[in-house]
C-alpha cells in the first residue's frame, strides 16, 4: 500500500531486467566473436533475417520514400522547392528513416521468430539436453543469430536508403514534375559520406540489439505455450523500444552543437 515502496520496487526490477539482459548481451557477442563457429546456423539465420526480409523492407523504403516526398513538397513555403525535396528527402531517408523503419521491420519479424523458436526448444527441454549433450547453448543458438542480425541488418538498411531515395525519385519526376537532372544532382551534393556511415552504425547496433531482446526473452520462457506467446511479444516491444532509445544516444553522438 505504500506508494514509495511500490515504485522502488519497480524500479529495483527494471533495473534488475537491465542487468541480466546486459549480462546475456556479453554472453551472447563472446559467443558469437570466439570459436567454436557453428557456420551452417550462421548461414541458415543469415539467409532467415537478411534475404527473407529484403521484400518487407523494400516495401516500406519505397513508400515511406514517396510519401515523405509528397509531404515534403505540400509543406514547402519556397518557390524553388524541387530543390529541397531531394537534400531533406534523402538526409531524412539515410540518417532516419532508412535504418529506424528497417530495425523495426526486422525486429517484428525476425525478433519475434528468434523468441518463439528459441522459447518452444525452453519448454520442450530442448536445450537442457543440449547442454546434457556438452553443446554450449549460446554457442549454438544465441551467437549465430547475433552474428547474423547484427551483419544483415546493415545491409538491409543500405538497401533500404537506395529504394527509399528512388521511390521519391518516381514521386517528384512523374507526380511533381520535377526535372531528373535537377533531383540527381542535389541529392548526391547535399548527402556525404558520413551521413551514410551514420545510417549504417545505427543499423548495425540495431541488429545485435533486436537479436539480443529475442534470443534473451525466448532463452528465458517458460510455463508452456502462453509463455512461449509471452516472451514473444515481450520481445518485438522490447526490441522496438531499445531501437528509438538507442537510436537517440546515437543521434545525439553523431550530432555537432
Same mark, same amino acid.
Given at each position: ?6 515504485? @522502488? =520496487?519497480? *524500479?529495483?526490477?527494471?533495473?534488475? &531486467? +537491465? /542487468? ?8 551472447? %557477442? ?77 525486429? @517484428? =519479424?525476425? *525478433?519475434?521468430?528468434?523468441?518463439? &523458436? +528459441? /522459447? ?8 537442457? %539436453? ?128
Amino acid at each position: 500500500m505504500n506508494p514509495i515502496a511500490a515504485i @522502488g =520496487r519497480l *524500479s529495483l526490477d527494471v533495473l534488475g &531486467e +537491465i /542487468g541480466r539482459i546486459s549480462n546475456f548481451a556479453i554472453e551472447g %557477442a563472446v559467443a558469437a566473436l570466439t570459436p567454436p563457429y557453428f557456420w551452417r546456423a550462421f548461414f541458415v539465420s543469415l539467409a532467415r533475417i537478411g534475404f527473407a526480409s529484403l521484400p518487407v523492407v523494400g516495401l516500406t523504403a519505397i513508400f515511406t520514400g514517396g510519401a515523405l516526398a509528397l509531404n515534403i513538397y505540400e509543406g514547402s513555403i519556397f518557390p524553388n522547392a524541387d530543390a529541397f525535396i531531394p537534400q531533406i528527402l534523402g538526409v531524412s531517408v539515410v540518417r532516419e528513416l532508412g535504418p529506424v523503419l528497417a530495425a523495426l521491420m526486422v525486429a @517484428g =519479424r525476425c *525478433s519475434s521468430a528468434m523468441a518463439a &523458436e +528459441i /522459447g518452444a526448444m525452453r519448454v520442450t527441454e530442448q536445450i537442457d %539436453a543440449m547442454s546434457t549433450l556438452s553443446v554450449n547453448p549460446f554457442k549454438y543458438l544465441v551467437g549465430p543469430r547475433i552474428l547474423a542480425t547484427t551483419i544483415a541488418l546493415p545491409l538491409l538498411v543500405l538497401i533500404a536508403d537506395i529504394i527509399g531515395v528512388y521511390g521519391g525519385y518516381l514521386v517528384s519526376v512523374y507526380l511533381l514534375d520535377i526535372a531528373p537532372p535537377i533531383y540527381i544532382n542535389n541529392l548526391i551534393e547535399f548527402i556525404d559520406a558520413e551521413d551514410v556511415t551514420s545510417g549504417l552504425l545505427k543499423a548495425t547496433v540495431f541488429g545485435f540489439l533486436i537479436a539480443v531482446m529475442g534470443c534473451y526473452y525466448g532463452y528465458r520462457s517458460a510455463g508452456g505455450a502462453s509463455g512461449v506467446g509471452n516472451a514473444t511479444r515481450t520481445a518485438v516491444v522490447a526490441a522496438a523500444v531499445s531501437i528509438f532509445a538507442s537510436n537517440y544516444v546515437l543521434t545525439s553522438l553523431f550530432v555537432d552543437f
